[in-house]
Each structure stands twice: as structure tokens, then as C-alpha cells.
T-cell receptor, first 111, second 117 residues
């Protein structure tokens, strides 16, 4: 299992860009990095997944450098509703068919 | 948009009682999971299920826990004799596909809150 490290919390303001960096020094060659979002009392929700370079969807961008030892989730122009916990997850398990959630990064968006 | 549904949303039970939590995964999904989250703590993996059998389970998933897909649509988690420490939010999830190194997108339900008194 690739151990991940990400900030415990981050504060931001509405309209700003939020960047959350996760380090995963011993990520396996075939592993993708996946990010999930969780609002209070709700199940986690998939945001984005990538292997290398840059991936973008309607919600976020994911930047993974060539060495793949870290990844950065970028949330453009956050709103109050983006206040949530964000998890960086490599696959886990012998078959890679489960996700192991760490503590995540608690993002608080202020007005 | 298809979604994973869970019932009940909240269940209160006495210690030592059996509890069954039910989930209806998204219909074309092949992989099924149970996770739990104790209040204020992280989301913990319990078990994954594929092709009608458990493919992986955590240390939490001991003999008191079992899963079943009885009729091709429901996916259940049974706790035989609940303990106080089983109080948590239980999330069911399903995914369509899995690729080497890349678990398919997991779709989570809204959760079932279990309170053991």
C-alpha cells in the first residue's frame, strides 16, 4: 500500500483556487491516484483519477509530476459548498480493488 | 443518475442483537463494498465482494460480520451480535469495472447510521 500524506486542513475564501498536495512516495508502477470528496454525514464522492501529467474534468484538475511521488488536486474558484474533506487514495489490496481512506484534508471555504 | 440506495437510514438496536443493513447497488455494477465511519473518524474498509464471493476483507470484518447478495440486486451486511463499538455510519458502494492499478469509480450510498445501546 502506498502511504499517502496530505495536509490535515486548509482554509480558503470563496472564489479562490484551492490546491491540495498529496505525497505518495512509494506508489506502485501501475497505480492510479484517485481523489474523493466527502460532505458531513454523506458518503464519499469520486472527484477525479489520474496516472500522470494532468487530468481535468468539470469539477477539478489533477496534476501528477513525472516521478509520480505526489499529486495536486486543484479546485478552481471554490464556493461555500466546496467545504468538505478531500481524500487522496492510491489503490490498495492485492487486487487493487479496494480504497483505503486516510484522514483526508478538511477544506473550509469562508465567505 | 443511477445511485446506490441504502436502508434503513438509521437503526437503533440493543447490544447483542442482530442487524441487517441493506443496499441496492447500481444495476450494471460488478464490485460491491461495505465501509464504515465512526463519528469523527476516517472511513474504514470492511469488505469487497465480486462474483458472489468476498474478494477482500479487513481485520474489522470478523466472524460477527457477513455479507450476502441474495437475489442479484440486494447486497446485505449482517452483524450477528452487535457491540457498542459497532455504532457507526455504514456505507455501501459499488463500481462498474476495475483496471490494473485503478479501481473503478466507487459510487457510495448515503449510509445507514447504526446506534447500538
Amino acid at each position: 500500500l502506498a502511504k499517502t500524506t496530505q495536509p490535515i486542513s486548509m482554509d480558503s475564501y470563496e472564489g479562490q483556487e484551492v490546491n491540495i498536495t498529496c505525497s505518495h512516495n512509494n506508489i506502485a508502477t501501475n497505480d492510479y491516484i484517485t481523489w474523493y470528496q466527502q460532505f458531513p454525514s454523506q458518503g464519499p464522492r469520486f472527484i477525479i483519477q489520474g496516472y500522470k501529467t494532468k487530468v481535468t474534468n468539470e469539477v477539478a484538475s489533477l496534476f501528477i509530476p513525472a516521478d509520480r511521488k505526489s499529486s495536486t488536486l486543484s479546485l478552481p474558484r471554490v464556493s461555500l459548498s466546496d467545504t468538505a474533506v478531500y481524500y487522496c487514495l492510491p489503490p490498495d489490496g492485492a487486487a487493487g480493488n479496494k480504497l483505503t481512506f486516510g484522514g483526508g484534508t478538511r477544506v473550509l471555504v469562508k465567505p | 443518475e443511477p445511485e446506490v440506495t441504502q436502508t434503513p437510514s438509521h437503526q437503533v438496536t440493543q447490544m447483542g442483537q442482530e442487524v441487517i443493513l441493506r443496499c441496492v447497488p447500481i444495476s450494471n455494477h460488478l464490485y460491491f463494498y461495505w465501509y464504515r465511519q465512526i463519528l469523527g473518524q476516517k472511513v474504514e474498509f470492511l469488505v469487497s465482494f465480486y462474483n458472489n464471493e468476498i474478494s477482500e476483507k479487513s481485520e474489522i470484518f470478523d466472524d460477527q460480520f457477513s455479507v450476502e447478495r441474495p437475489d442479484g440486486s440486494n447486497f446485505t451486511l449482517k452483524i450477528r451480535s452487535t457491540k457498542l463499538e459497532d455504532s457507526a455510519m455504514y456505507f455501501c458502494a459499488s463500481s462498474e469495472a476495475r483496471y490494473l492499478g485503478a479501481p473503478g469509480e466507487l459510487f457510495f450510498g448515503e449510509g445507514s447510521r447504526l446506534t447500538v445501546l
